[in-house]
T-cell receptor, first 114, second 118 residues
C-alpha cells in the first residue's frame, strides 16, 4: 500500500543550485499535482498533470518545471534555487472517474534554500 | 478575493466536546465540491469529508460532519466528541466545476489549528 511516494523527505540547497523532487504513485491515477505549503498560507498549486505527456501550470509555477512521461511518475524540477522556494512540497494524485476525486497526498518534502 | 476563507487561525476545545471549524467559499460555478483535510503534526494530509454542491444532505463521516449552507457559501466542519488525536491543522478546500472527468484541482484555505485539551 505505497500510495504516493515522495523523495527526498528533506533537502538543503544552496542558492542557485538545482534539484528534482521525485513523486511516484502506484494507484493508476490519471491526475497528479504538486503543491507547496508555506507557514500560515495553506497549499498552493504549482503544476498539475491530467495524464502522461500533459502538464499545466497552477497558481505559482515560476521557478519550477515538471514532466510526465509515465502515469506513475511526476517529478518537479527546481532550477536556480532561491530562498523564496524554501517550503514543504506535496505531491498528490487523484482518480479521474469518480464524482469526488479526492486527492491522495505524499508525505511531503521539506526543502530549505540557504 | 480569496476563494476559501478560514477565519479561525486557532481553536481550542475540551476533550469529548464538539467543535465547529468555519469555512466560507467564493465561486460563480454552480457545480463544485468542498473538502476538508486534516494535517497532524507529522505533516501528512488526510482526507476527511466531501460535500458536492448538489448534494441535498449534509455529508457525514463518523465523528465528522459538514454543515453545508449553500446560500451563505459556508461549509463548516463539525467534529463531535473531540479526542486528543484530533489536535491538528484542518484545511478546507474547493474544487470548482463538476467532478467525474474534470481535473480536480483544489484551492485550499489557510487552515485552522485545532488543539484538544484533556
Amino acid at each position: 500500500n505505497a500510495g504516493v511516494t515522495q523523495t527526498p523527505k528533506f533537502r538543503i540547497l544552496k542558492i542557485g543550485q538545482s534539484m528534482t523532487l521525485q513523486c511516484a504513485q502506484d494507484m493508476n491515477h490519471n491526475y497528479m499535482y504538486w503543491y507547496r505549503q508555506d507557514p500560515g498560507m495553506g497549499l498552493k498549486l504549482i503544476y498539475y498533470s491530467v495524464g502522461a505527456g500533459i502538464t499545466d501550470k497552477g497558481e505559482v509555477p515560476n521557478g519550477y518545471n515538471v514532466s510526465r512521461s509515465t502515469t506513475e511518475d511526476f517529478p518537479l524540477r527546481l532550477e536556480l534555487a532561491a530562498p523564496s522556494q524554501t517550503s514543504v512540497y506535496f505531491c498528490a494524485s487523484s482518480y479521474a472517474g469518480g464524482p469526488v476525486g479526492e486527492l491522495f497526498f505524499g508525505e511531503g518534502s521539506r526543502l530549505t534554500v540557504l | 478575493a480569496q476563494k476559501i476563507t478560514q477565519t479561525q487561525p486557532g481553536m481550542f476545545v475540551q476533550e469529548k466536546e464538539a467543535v465547529t471549524l468555519d469555512c466560507t467559499y467564493d465561486t460563480s460555478d454552480q457545480s463544485y465540491g468542498l473538502f476538508w483535510y486534516k494535517q497532524p503534526s507529522s505533516g501528512e494530509m488526510i482526507f476527511l469529508i466531501y460535500q458536492g454542491s448538489y448534494d441535498e444532505q449534509n455529508a457525514t463521516e463518523g465523528r465528522y460532519s459538514l454543515n453545508f449552507q449553500k446560500a451563505r457559501k459556508s461549509a463548516n466542519l463539525v467534529i463531535s466528541a473531540s479526542q486528543l488525536g484530533d489536535s491538528a491543522m484542518y484545511f478546507c478546500a474547493m474544487r470548482e466545476g463538476p467532478g467525474g472527468g474534470s481535473n480536480y484541482k483544489l484551492t485550499f484555505g489557510k487552515g485552522t489549528l485545532l488543539t484538544v485539551n484533556p
